[in-house]
Structures are given as structure tokens and as C-alpha cells.
């Protein structure tokens, strides 16, 4: 497999995300900033904060793009032709964008912004696509619902210079092309404006008062049942497949994510591209919390129900991030407890995670710690070569 053109795009809803995606071998991340962006809630950069994360992307040689996909409405329409132009004086690689309006206004004011075309577009043909390249558009990021084979067909019918990008990880919508209306109509809040409440990941119960005896037949468990919440995407087993059809961009789903999740997405998806084993990769992507993982619709319509259970999985416990190392010994931020001599391990980047026991825990004042009880407070241990600032510590679950 020739990866050599190949994106690996991450997602970033704060700085340290940001740091943990380049740090873990993203090619390129995306954000939302302060205007039209679909994380309206949270999530978002101050035009600040974007012009220090593109300093701090482009010193490392990696790509930063804005996402300002939200629905536009008339009198936006010029505030985001100057939005672009403020994003491109502070040197934004690209817009990810859904409007047709949109597109053409920031084109016209900002000629240089490189524009993507979103996947709340929904583009499923060439002759989508051909539209979007007509008004200036060089990347467009697929609809969620395009098989493989369709892929393949599109990418033979658009020029040699527009790329496509599609989403391989991640959690994934129920709406057609995240296009939702039930957030707006349970809570007033739009998911296509940024204001998205998860309202298809609530636990619902179906009862029908007139029809006693009539149902719908669902599954429950002891956490009750979630049926309009989707699987989450996993396409790592299809990842050669969805290369081969002449995808360069490979989107990591997640601004609402935390870092370590990020670093773990990230991670395992970096190594794959660079040659590591398959089985391993997937492993490590086990590791995340995560919904039961499908392959989305590149194999085709999905066939089986996609409703997942309300809880989520994974196979290690985060225990703390790793904010620096002195003599032999690492400090860390604590987020779950930590006992000392506990088999745990370290998430660091491009290898396999390194294996280690807990021992000579201290807390800042250097008095010793039979545990780390506290979160978010700071403590040192002992720890093997090759841990460092900005890796993450983790147990393996019995």
C-alpha cells in the first residue's frame, strides 16, 4: 500500500487536543473557530487561539483547517467572506464548508482560501463534485452514505487536482449525512447550526396509548435502550480499499473528544499508514471508549441494525497524562487512581505502548504515595526511557 500521499486529518476542540493529534502523527487537524462552526456549544477556537494553533501546526509541518460548516443564513452570507479573509491573514490552510452561498461569497472576497467542501454537503456523484470544483473548491469530503465502489467511480470522473477526503473513525450519526432536525425539535436546538443535544443518544421508551398490544419490537439491557443511536465507525479493516479508490484524506471524527482519546485514535491509525501490524492497530483502537465499531456503508447498505447500546466499551482505563520527566522520573496529571504497584502502561506515540509497574509514587512536596487518590492533582513515579511530556498513562482492564 503506497501511503505516501495520504492525509491522516485529526480532529482538535482544544489546544491539547490539537497538541496530542500532532504529537501522534496527524498530517493535518481540523477546528472550529468563532463563526458557523458545527461544535457551536464547545469545542470552539478564539481567532486567537487559531492564530497560535497555526503557528504551532506549521512549525511542525502539519495543516490546520477551519471548519464553518454550519446552515448560512442571509445576513451571514457577508460575515463569512470576511471570516475567510481573517482566516487567511493569519495563514488557515483551508475552510471546510457546506453552503453553496458560502463557498461562492468566500471565493469571491478570498480567492487563495482553500476551500473544502463539508460532508454536511452530502456530495454523492461527479457531477456534485464537478459543481463544487466549478466554484473553486479542490477537496470535497465525502457524504458518509458512498460505497467503495462508488468512490471509485467518482474519483474517476472529477480532474487529476480535486482530492477526496472521507471520514474512517469516529461516531457517526443517524441522520442522512448529519442533516438532523430532532435535536431542534426535542430541545430547540439545531444540529445544523452547531447546537446539536445528542437527542438520538437518550434512552427512549416506544408505547402506544390507543393500541394496547401493538410494539416496537426492540432489545433492551440494564442500562435500557438507545434505538436511533448509531454504531461508531471503525474503517480501519477497509483502510487499503478506501486508499486504492483514490481517497489522499482520512478523517478522524471527535472535536468533542478528549486528547487522550484523540492520541489514541491518532495513534493507531499513524501506525497502520507507517506499516505496523493490522490485529495491533485494531487492538489499540479497543483501547478508546468507543460504541460497538462498524464499517459504516463502504461495504454497501448496512444490512443490520445499527442501533447501539447506551453504554460505551473499551479495554484500559485512562489514569493520567504525562506533563514532563526529570531524572529518571515523569509527572503526571492525575484523572483516575492510581495504586502503587499496578501493572500499567504508556501511550506514546509511533510503537507499541511501553509496559511498566507503578512504583515510587510522590506527591509534590516528594513525600511517597501508596496512591494517587486525587484528580486533576499532580504527582511523580519512576518510569522506563522513552515516556515523555505529552503521553498518557493507561491500565488494561481484567
Not at 440494564?222 to 443511536?229: H, K, V
Not at 474503517?235 to 487499503?240: E, G, I, K, N, P
Not at 497524562?321 to 509511533?350: C, D, F, M, W, Y
Request: charged residues 25%; proline residues 4%.
Amino acid at each position: 500500500m503506497n501511503c505516501s500521499n495520504t492525509e491522516l486529518l485529526a480532529p482538535a476542540g482544544s489546544m491539547d487536543a490539537l497538541k496530542s493529534a500532532v504529537r501522534f502523527g496527524a498530517d493535518a487537524v481540523y477546528l472550529g473557530g468563532p463563526f458557523l462552526q458545527l461544535r457551536a456549544g464547545s469545542a470552539g477556537f478564539t481567532m486567537e487561539d487559531i492564530a497560535s494553533a497555526v503557528n504551532y501546526c506549521h512549525e511542525r509541518n502539519v495543516k490546520l483547517y477551519v471548519a464553518a460548516n454550519s446552515f448560512v443564513y442571509p445576513e451571514e452570507i457577508k460575515k463569512i467572506a470576511y471570516y475567510a479573509v481573517s482566516l487567511k491573514a493569519v495563514s488557515v490552510d483551508a475552510m471546510i464548508v457546506s453552503d453553496l452561498g458560502a463557498i461562492r461569497a468566500i471565493k469571491r472576497a478570498c480567492p487563495s482560501m482553500e476551500v473544502h467542501v463539508s460532508t454536511q454537503a452530502n456530495c454523492m456523484n461527479h457531477e456534485s463534485a464537478l459543481v463544487y470544483y466549478d466554484l473553486g473548491a479542490r477537496r470535497v469530503v465525502l457524504a458518509r452514505e458512498t460505497s467503495l465502489e462508488q468512490i471509485a467511480e467518482i474519483r474517476r470522473n472529477i480532474p487529476n487536482d480535486m482530492e477526496l477526503e472521507a471520514f474512517v473513525h469516529g461516531a457517526m450519526c443517524m441522520a442522512y449525512s448529519g442533516r438532523c432536525m430532532l435535536s431542534s425539535y426535542l430541545t430547540s436546538r439545531s444540529a445544523n447550526r452547531g447546537g446539536c443535544a445528542q437527542s438520538c443518544r437518550w434512552k427512549f421508551a416506544l408505547t402506544e396509548e390507543k393500541r394496547p398490544g401493538e410494539f416496537f419490537p426492540i432489545e433492551e439491557d440494564d442500562d435500557g435502550d438507545t434505538i436511533l443511536s448509531s454504531y461508531d465507525l471503525n474503517a480501519l479493516l477497509v483502510l487499503d480499499q478506501i486508499i486504492a479508490c483514490g481517497v489522499t484524506s482520512l478523517k478522524i471524527e471527535g472535536r468533542m473528544k478528549t486528547p487522550y482519546y484523540v492520541a489514541g485514535a491518532v495513534g493507531a491509525y499513524r501506525r497502520y499508514l507507517d506499516g505496523a501490524d493490522k490485529n495491533e492497530c485494531l487492538d489499540e483502537l479497543d483501547t478508546i471508549s468507543h460504541r460497538p465499531y462498524s464499517t459504516g456503508f463502504y461495504l454497501g447498505e448496512i444490512k443490520h441494525s445499527l442501533h447501539a447500546p447506551a453504554h460505551y466499551f473499551k479495554t484500559c482505563d485512562y489514569i493520567g497524562r504525562v506533563l514532563g520527566r526529570e531524572n529518571g522520573r515523569i509527572t503526571v496529571q492525575l484523572k483516575n487512581k492510581l495504586v502503587s504497584g499496578t501493572q500499567i502502561e504508556a501511550l506514546v506515540p509511533h510503537r507499541s505502548a511501553i509496559p511498566f509497574t507503578a512504583t515510587d509514587l510522590r506527591d509534590e512536596a516528594g513525600t511517597p504515595l501508596p496512591a494517587a487518590v486525587i484528580p486533576d492533582s499532580l504527582f511523580t513515579m519512576s518510569a522506563p526511557e522513552g515516556i515523555e511530556e505529552g503521553d498518557f498513562l493507561r491500565e488494561r482492564k481484567e
